[in-house]
């Protein structure tokens, strides 16, 4: 019996040092990726000061061969010419070593590396609060920045003010709002759906994939229920897709399409969100909000039905084939600019 005692009394002692060990590491770890952050950059602030004080626009271009082969012969590989370049562009990008000081305690060099280089402000900032918030690893990232997230999410066709106004919610209060969730279209490319296929199939094979589903979704997204079911007036009805989105605290009933949208899917799943907010919305929830997921969209009838701005029912185009990106782009800019448009419109008549 003591032995039994005293093996199970190592291995808590074991385990305990084990996780201390780990937890000092990922300590470290950070530590010396924040001071190796603000290492270089202040770096990029020397190099970029020494060039400002010589005002010729040929000289950065000559010192920053000489430099980096000089610290490479001193401290080894880290400091080739286009890691010196990326130093730059980071003292460029955060003027104030405060707010950069912040943000390096929640994302590696790597991260920092990959969003330097976008050069648009707002959407460099969203891509900053959404990787801390969602804890991106550096291959999420890019493959979000390469799939064109900003361009798709909601909060990308509102006007800069509130866009700003959302990330310094999200930033200092931790609190998502719908349009930094939703996003239009939706890339499934994933699902391996090509050719004809049917509703089932489509849910069936979210459900087969459903980690890359709710990567592409937004990871507080939380499964809840496949086909599920309500009984109203004695009738059988079944919501495509249930889930709970932690951050927004809220059901999200999702209906499949395959075709364009319908009128008709309105009152649908207004049907599906009272029923959700009358028996499954527990104390403390928001109202639930429905995603209705169609392969085309009918701008028409979503404008009439004042569907655009609706914050309880979204509506959203799926793609099960991922497109040329510029073509991509080309499109979503169209609906960023119409979206702008319709707001500057609007303005004018209040």
């Given at each position: 019996m003591s032995e039994l005692i005293n093996t199970s009394n190592a291995s808590n002692l074991l385990n305990s040092i084990v996780s201390l060990i780990n937890l000092t590491r990922q300590n470290v770890a950070k530590t010396v990726n924040q001071e190796l952050t603000l290492l270089y950059w202040k770096i990029g602030k020397n190099i970029n000061?020494?060039?400002?004080?010589?005002?010729?626009?040929?000289?950065?271009?000559?010192?920053?061969?000489?430099?980096?082969?000089?610290?490479?012969e001193l401290y080894g590989t880290g400091f080739n010419k286009r890691n010196l370049q990326s130093f730059i562009k980071l003292n460029t990008v955060f003027e104030d070593i405060t707010i950069l000081h912040a943000v390096s305690t929640k994302l590696s060099w790597t991260h920092l590396r990959t969003i330097i280089y976008i050069e648009n402000s707002i959407k460099r900032e969203f891509y900053i609060q959404i990787a801390i918030h969602e804890r991106w690893s550096v291959r999420t990232l890019q493959e979000r920045i390469d799939s064109l997230l900003f361009e798709r999410t909601a909060i990308s066709k509102k006007p800069e003010e509130t866009i700003l106004n959302e990330l310094e919610q999200l930033k200092s209060k931790q609190q998502i709002t719908p349009d930094l969730t939703f996003r239009d279209p939706y890339i499934l490319d994933f699902l391996g759906l090509h050719d004809s296929y049917s509703e089932k199939d489509l849910e069936s094979t979210i459900l087969a994939q459903l980690q890359y589903f709710i990567t592409e979704m937004g990871s507080e997204f939380a499964f809840l229920a496949r086909q599920k079911r309500i009984i109203i007036d004695n009738e059988d009805y079944y919501i495509d897709l249930l889930f709970f989105h932690r951050g927004l605290k809220s059901l999200i009933a999702i209906d499949l399409k395959l075709g364009k949208f319908k009128a008709g899917y309105k009152g649908q799943m207004e049907l599906y969100l009272k029923w959700l907010e009358h028996n499954e919305q527990k104390d403390g929830e928001n109202k639930p909000i429905g995603l209705i997921l169609c392969s085309e969209k009918s701008p028409e009838q979503i404008n009439y039905l004042t569907l655009d701005n609706n914050e309880q029912i979204k509506v959203a185009e799926y793609l099960t084939q991922l497109p040329e990106k510029q073509l991509l782009l080309e499109k979503l800019e169209k609906a960023i600019a119409i979206a702008e448009n319709k707001t500057q419109t609007n303005g004018r008549k209040s």
């Open positions: 000061d020494e060039i400002l004080n010589n005002n010729r626009a040929d000289y950065g271009k000559k010192i920053i061969p000489d430099l980096s082969l000089k610290l490479t």
